[in-house]
């Protein structure tokens, strides 16, 4: 970083959700999960990558037995306007097979990627069945009809990083999540 750069944090315009305020929500809807399944195991599949640093913190809030997986998925191609297109980037589908599947990813704004997810792995994988979770949720009218079953916070129709969130790649190490600054917008 050059000795001008601002440290990352001061790149944000706004801070929608501290790390603490993260912690809490993830604490309760990890609680709740854990009620739904009745102590029955689960595989947690992570929407790569963003969806990875939320399945980390999530797993260890549900105390039931699980695995962990992950599926690679890409619709942005690096921008702030999804692509409308969702590429699936491996070729082995996770191994779910009458398993209870919760699929966890870092934003819900569209609805595409999750809700082709979901189809792909009730078409191939026979899990007995699959549930969703954000940690974020656009309020917006979404391109296919698709909501999550667990749902952290709802936000407005705007581009967040942070906490896994990304902008061309860069700023998923942010503790928190928050706005870019105009200035920060197609430069890195
Ligand atoms: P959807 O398919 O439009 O619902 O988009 C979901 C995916 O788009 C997420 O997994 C994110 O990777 C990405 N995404 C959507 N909104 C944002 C945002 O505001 N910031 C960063 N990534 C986003
Ligand atoms: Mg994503």
Redesign the pocket.
Known sequence: MGQNEPILGERLERVLFDQGTIRECIAGMGGRIAQDFHGEPLTIVA?L???ALFMADLIREIHLPLRIDAVS?S??LGG?E?SGK?TFLQEKLPNIEGRNVLVV????????????ICSRFREECNPKSIRTAVL?S?KIE??VEFEADYVGFEIGN????GYG???QDEYRNLPMIGVLKDEWIGRI
């Open positions: 929407v990558q963003g969806g998925v619709s942005y702030t999804s969702v990813d870092d934003i819900l704004d569209t609805g595409r990627t999750l809700s082709a974020l656009k979404r391109s705007e581009f967040v990083v969130l990304d902008y």
